[in-house]
């Protein structure tokens, strides 16, 4: 299409075609460096974000450490570490024991230092300046032959044997008098060996100096308590009434808790039983009850327990009960 203009001078019209006959408007340089900037970025970018994922791919199959192991010793000892030296180093003997063969020949030799002396007071202590221990004499017993005196029929000697260098004892300090002394006659019905070692054993415990000055005990009191059988019976304990209530006429929210499901009223009652007896503190004040539920086709019974003020009292004695391993659940009616 052509575009026409009008001219003042001449009145007519010009026209010019599009196909660039007419004048054109050169670019500006600013718009070529901005678009040739914009293309090296990208192009940039581009290859950054190549390089980049490549190294993230293959970072675990070059083996690239997460942390890089230090440089140099650990540690390194000082010029002058200080301390104190032990005795006899640097000599040819230790190379024995630390090396298994012996070192080679110094040029010097020099001896081992003379061993160290005892102090005074750690010498040991001779044995003529220990005081000798004084000890007491021990009386030699007499030897009686009581086999062969008893052989001979001699009982009389032996008695006086046994007994000789023995006072007779004195008269009870309460009064009592001490039995009469038995006839050597008499003693010909008793078995004379076992008088001989009764008689040889009290000789010996009255030479025994805590048994001589020992006292008599005082005679038992008359008056002593006899156990007898009736004193070993248990006295039965009255067990407490429960109260039973009916399921019916507790009020919709009354706070329970329930102790278990059982097959049969006699059952529910008897576990009401035993743990009324193992947590009797608990189980004050509580009153029964015993609900009858089904589920499933099979009937069971509920067995719970009322009187609590809250349902935070509930869960306190429940929390008591599960820790001795019984089940117990706070429950509300419905």
Request: aromatic content about 6%; overall charge negative; hydrophobic content about 40%.
């Amino acid at each position: 299409m052509a575009d026409y203009t009008s001219s003042s001078q001449g009145g007519g019209y010009s026209f010019e075609h599009d196909t660039g006959l007419g004048p054109q408007t050169p670019a500006k340089p600013l718009t070529k460096f901005a678009n040739f900037a914009g293309a090296a970025l990208s192009i940039t970018l581009i290859i950054g974000i190549g390089v980049w994922g490549y190294k993230l791919l293959v970072r675990d199959v070059t083996g690239i450490p997460v942390v890089r192991a230090a440089q140099g010793d650990m540690r390194v000892r000082p010029e002058n570490p200080g301390g104190q030296l032990a005795d006899n180093q640097g000599l040819s003997v230790n190379a024995v024991a630390s090396e298994g063969t012996a070192d080679q020949f110094a040029e010097q030799l020099i001896l081992a230092p003379k061993p160290l002396d005892l102090e005074e007071e750690d010498q040991p202590i001779p044995v003529a300046m220990v005081a000798p221990v004084q000890q007491a004499p021990v009386a030699a017993s007499p030897a009686v032959d009581v086999v062969a005196a008893l052989q001979n029929g001699d009982v009389d000697g032996l008695v006086a044997s046994l007994t000789d260098g023995m006072e007779p004892l004195e008269d009870q300090e309460d009064g009592t008098a001490l039995p009469e002394p038995m006839n050597a006659s008499a003693t010909m019905d008793v078995d004379p060996l076992e008088m001989a070692v009764s008689n040889a054993v009290a000789v010996a415990m009255g030479e025994e100096p805590g048994v001589r000055a020992s006292l008599r005990p005082q005679n038992r009191p008359g008056g002593r308590m006899v156990a007898t059988k009736a004193s070993f019976e248990p006295v039965p304990v009255a067990a407490a009434e429960v109260k039973e209530l009916s399921p019916d006429s507790l009020p919709t929210g009354t706070r329970l808790v329930q102790l278990g499901a059982f097959d049969s009223p006699q059952i529910a009652r008897a576990q009401w039983v035993r743990l009324n007896a193992r947590f009797g503190a608990y189980m004050e004040g509580k009153d029964r009850i015993i609900q009858e539920a089904s589920s499933g086709g099979r009937t069971f019974y509920r067995l719970r327990a009322h009187g609590f003020s809250d349902i935070a009292d509930a869960r306190r004695f429940c929390s008591a009960l599960v820790a001795e391993n019984t089940d117990c659940i706070p429950v509300v009616t419905r």
